[in-house]
């Protein structure tokens, strides 16, 4: 069973406009939250996250809102660049236990120039 | 400042050969892990090294095996390998154990594997 979903394999927006990833998860143990950004032949590189104390996050473009009661996190990327282009991975883990990381599958954002 | 480092880049194996995967970080963290990532999935951990000496196992370790050569280096061997184990791995490593605190993973390039 699939505990963190990124339901859209991929999306297409227009660059200067707003990119919005969506993330769902089941476990309501998860109490940290991070998003991934990986391009192709690379590993992922680690782009923001949020405690669950928090509703959201900011860096620069890059915003994670969490809605703990919806089990719903999604990240905005304001205004979208061709170089935003990638796939973007959710992870989350638990603080009790071994706070293991559980990826969702990615969404593949393309940013038409 | 290399980071999280993989050799090989690529590797075809046949069924039932062995190889091992190699993995080096420079960033003098404590954690090391290994994923694979299939096509329709996320990252899935097949084992981890929360500090120099000790090795765990992960969501899918069967097939695998590890060492945790000293701090910098982890290795992940494949003694048998199988079709089902072509995939990208990525090593990873974190200062605390799976980013505990807001500790974060920094992760490898990869290694594409493919079993014929």
């Known amino acids: 069973d699939q505990q963190v979903k990124q339901n859209s394999p991929s999306l297409s927006v227009q660059e200067g406009r707003i990119s919005i990833l969506n993330c769902d998860y089941t476990n309501s143990m998860f109490d940290y939250f991070l998003w991934y950004k990986k391009y192709p032949a690379e590993g992922p590189t680690f782009l923001i996250s949020?405690?669950?104390?928090?509703d959201k996050n900011e860096d620069g473009r890059f915003t994670v809102f969490l809605n703990k009661s919806a089990k719903h996190l999604s990240l905005h990327i304001v205004p979208s660049q061709p170089g935003d282009s990638a796939v973007y991975f959710c992870a989350a883990s638990a603080a009790s236990g071994t706070y293991k990381y559980i990826f969702g599958t990615g969404t593949r954002l393309k940013v038409l120039a | 400042n290399a980071g999280v480092t993989q050799t090989p880049k690529f590797q075809v194996l046949k069924t039932g050969q062995s190889m091992t995967l190699q993995c080096a970080q420079d960033m003098n963290h404590n954690s090391m892990y290994w994923y694979r990532q299939d096509p329709g999935m996320g990252l899935r951990l097949i084992y981890y090294s929360a500090s120099e000496g000790t090795t765990d196992k992960g969501e899918v370790p069967n097939g695998y095996n590890v060492s945790r050569l000293n701090k910098r280096e982890f290795s992940l061997r494949l003694e048998s390998a199988a079709p089902s184990q072509t995939s990208v791995y990525f090593c990873?490593?974190?200062?605390?154990?799976?980013?505990?605190?807001?500790?974060?993973?920094?992760f490898g390039p990869g290694t594409r594997l493919t079993v014929l």
């Open positions: 949020i405690s669950s104390i928090k």
């Open positions: 990873a490593s974190s200062e605390t154990v799976f980013g505990a605190a807001g500790d974060t993973q920094y």
